[in-house]
């Protein structure tokens, strides 16, 4: 089994790159977020295309020699000792034929994102080093809690989570110690079949999304089935599953954790032993606590739920 390698902790004074790798953002959205980067003792560095606008169907942070050559800098830069995605969207599919790593295997750091950056992920994973599953910086302007970025400013200091939670009624039980994987499943999805893709054998999984149909929540989920990725795990977390199927028709349209979404999930798995937990509280959700990508992770699931890393 291949040595996952966890960057160092920061120490005060440390540089963050904040960069745009897919999706357009504007100033005032990133305000509040390079403050508290700021107010933690740390130094953000933003990169020279974070406020960047390219439209081609779709409004992107810069064209996708800009974006390669921001976070190429961001990866690479000796000086920079944390990497914080300003949002995911769409657009990091573009980069990861083209990302260089030697300055960051001399040097690795933490990479910080969720959603799209899924993609950048499963590819530093693929490399050998764990990243952040956590809240972007551009969320910290639309009311997430306060203890989102709390835990990623403990994990950068060195302090790893631990999680306790209810029992959902969906949960399976069981314990079990793996690897945890995973992300945005729209990402893990479209990665299936890439030399980009996660590697599920005796992996802990897991999956979140936000406003997908459900049928089409239905086929990924069965596309994962159809490529033996639940033969292969050893357990599944499932996260938020908000703005699901049609607003006007769904009455959990605003909820983190879709009913009718879980339950999909739920009958899609049911044949499978391994253990699972629903409502863990990491995704487009305003209560987004981190996970670590490569991490080992001890799961126990029964009347309470434990997962420590």
């Known amino acids: 089994m291949k040595k996952i390698i966890f960057p160092k902790s920061l120490k005060k004074g440390d540089k963050i790159a904040v960069i745009s790798p897919a999706g357009a953002v504007d100033a005032s959205q990133m305000e509040k977020g390079i403050e508290m980067i700021k107010s933690r003792g740390f130094e953000p560095v933003l990169g020279e295309h974070l406020y960047t606008r390219f439209s081609n169907g779709y409004n992107y942070a810069g064209t996708e020699q800009e974006r390669i050559k921001d976070i190429n800098w961001a990866l690479n830069d000796t000086e920079i000792r944390a990497v914080w995605a300003s949002r995911g969207g ?25 959603s799209d950056n899924t993609v950048i992920q499963s590819y530093l994973l693929k490399k050998g080093y764990a990243s952040i599953h956590g809240q972007t910086i551009k969320t910290s302007s639309f009311g997430v809690t306060d203890e989102s970025y709390d835990l990623i400013f403990d994990i950068l200091k060195g302090k790893t989570p631990k999680y306790s939670l209810e029992s959902h009624q969906f949960n399976k039980e069981g314990n079990i110690e793996g690897e945890l994987i995973g992300g945005n499943l729209a990402l893990i999805y479209a990665l299936l ?11 802990i999984l897991f999956i979140e999304d936000i406003g997908e149909n459900f049928y089409a929540l239905d086929r990924m989920i069965m596309s994962l089935e159809l490529a033996g990725v639940f033969s292969k795990i050893k357990g599944l977390i499932i996260g938020g ?69």
């Open 90 to 114: 769409y657009g990091c599919q573009h980069l990861i034929q083209h990302l260089k790593m030697k300055g960051f295997t001399e040097n690795p750091k933490w990479y910080i994102g969720y």
């Open 193 to 203: 079949g890439t030399r980009y893709s996660f590697d599920f054998k005796d992996k």
């Open 241 to 309: 599953m908000t703005n699901m199927g049609d607003e006007k028709e769904n009455k959990s349209y605003e909820e983190s954790f879709d009913e009718f979404a879980y339950k999909l999930i739920s009958e899609r798995i049911s044949r499978y032993k391994f253990p699972v937990v629903f409502g863990f509280p990491n995704g487009h959700i305003k209560d987004n606590r981190p996970l670590l990508i490569g991490a080992q992770v001890k799961m126990k699931v029964g009347t309470k739920v434990k997962i420590e890393f």
